[in-house]
């Protein structure tokens, strides 16, 4: 991953949740048309389909009170996101859309299907012609997906300063174990000095900017920011 150019990412595609739903066609086609990188989130069903979406539940987006990994991918293509008529997208029709257009940050939820998610997502990945990278908060799919193809750039999401993957940051072992090629830390933890001791070693992402304080501060303390604020 390249230091020499600051990147911004947008947050589930470039968004309202109004009449332009998160993790949408709509959201990933604007952020296209402005030529900025999309980052979106991906589950499992119990169909194994991969499918856009960032809550395990699906009752916030679509009213329906049920688990992602509970529904077939015909169960869910019928679901309306909000009050649109946008729909929850598979990743391959997601793929076909962005097709290397511009750069994309998949972040791969953790339903404890990790063996199966893996698979299907380098199934899909092995044919997309372009940039993307891979994130997750659970260090055993960088490592299963680092097995399967150690080619790809990958990197671990980090929350909080009490959280366990900010703790085992400060072991050598873990960090070898998981060999990230980039940590992603929430916004609040950028400018503590274990993390910029990081900086120093591997690209930093921080997440998720929302305003104009936030964003100037990352800008100093990060390799590249996932934000929802472009004005």
Same mark, same amino acid.
């Given at each position: 991953m390249n230091k020499t150019k600051f990147i911004f990412i947008a947050?589930? @595609?470039?968004?309202?949740?109004?009449?332009?739903?998160?993790?949408?066609?709509?959201?990933?086609?604007r952020a296209i048309s402005?030529?900025?990188?999309?980052?979106?989130?991906?589950?499992l069903t119990s +169909?194994?389909?991969?499918?856009?979406?960032?809550?395990?539940?699906?009752?916030?987006?679509? @009213?329906?009170y049920k688990k992602i990994r509970q529904c077939t991918y015909d169960?869910?293509?019928?679901?309306?996101?909000?009050?649109?008529?946008?729909?929850?997208?598979?990743?391959? +029709?997601?793929? +076909?859309?962005?097709? @290397?257009?511009?750069?994309? +940050?998949?972040?791969?939820k953790n339903d404890?299907?990790?063996?199966?998610?893996?698979?299907?997502?380098?199934?899909?990945?092995?044919?997309?012609q372009g940039k993307f990278i891979i994130q997750s908060f659970h260090p055993k799919y960088i490592t299963r997906l680092k097995k399967y193809r150690p080619n790809y750039i990958s990197g671990l999401l980090v929350t909080n300063a009490k959280g366990f993957c900010y703790?085992?940051?400060d072991s050598k072992i873990v960090l070898d174990i998981i060999k990230p090629d980039f940590i992603a830390y929430n916004k609040n933890i950028t400018s503590c000095k274990k993390v910029q001791k990081y900086r120093q070693k591997m690209f930093i992402i921080a997440w998720t900017i929302k305003n104009r304080d936030d964003?100037?501060?990352?800008?100093?303390?990060?390799?590249?920011?996932?934000?929802?604020?472009f004005e």
């Open positions: 947050h589930r @595609g470039i968004h309202n949740n109004l009449n332009i739903p998160e993790n949408s066609i709509k959201s990933f086609k402005k030529n900025i990188p999309i980052e979106l989130d991906i589950h +169909d194994n389909k991969l499918v856009v979406f960032h809550d395990d539940n699906l009752i916030r987006m679509t @009213g329906l169960e869910i293509s019928k679901l309306k996101l909000l009050n649109t008529n946008e729909v929850i997208p598979l990743l391959s +029709d997601v793929l +076909d859309l962005i097709n @290397g257009k511009v750069l994309l +940050d998949i972040e791969v404890k299907r990790i063996n199966r998610t893996c698979k299907e997502l380098v199934k899909l990945l092995d044919n997309y703790n085992i940051m964003f100037e501060k990352a800008k100093k303390y990060s390799d590249s920011i996932i934000t929802e604020y």
